[in-house]
Nanobody, 122 residues
Framework: QVQLVESGGGLVQAGGSLRLSCAASGRAFSNYMMGWFRQAPGKEREFVSS???????NYADSVKGRFTISRDNAKSTVWLQMNSLKPEDTAVYYCAARGSGSLYQPISYEYWGQGTQVTVSS
């Protein structure tokens, strides 16, 4: 089992920044590829970013160049730095630990946090 707890969400104006954190406990954090997903009201959960055990990263096209994912295996923590935020980034953001399968699909992720709300005002 892996327990994930997100923090750092909030309300920010367009163009602003937020840094989300995801603290993990339980099984060896360093063994897992970690991902961030988001879900806006009435929409499906969508991939935002991922980072593997070695630090190789992937980003959705919609956030590339604005968001940065990072991790510290010693601290069992993954972060999502979000800059130049847009109203369309408004969603609940979830941290997840990947089991197997496509890194872009929620079904591939075995463990999930409870989510943190990010609201970007125009």
């Amino acid at each position: 089992q892996v327990q994930l707890v997100e923090s750092g969400g909030g309300l920010v104006q367009a163009g602003g920044s937020l840094r989300l954190s995801c603290a993990a406990s339980g099984r060896a954090f360093s063994n897992y590829m970690m991902g961030w997903f988001r879900q806006a009201p009435g929409k499906e959960r969508e991939f935002v970013s991922s980072i593997n055990r070695s630090g190789v990263t992937n980003y959705a096209d919609s956030v590339k160049g604005r968001f940065t994912i990072s991790r510290d295996n010693a601290k069992s923590t993954v972060w999502l730095q979000m800059n130049s935020l847009k109203p369309e980034d408004t969603a609940v953001y979830y941290c997840a630990a990947r089991g197997s399968g496509s890194l872009y699909q929620p079904i591939s992720y075995e463990y999930w946090g409870q989510g943190t709300q990010v609201t970007v005002s125009s």
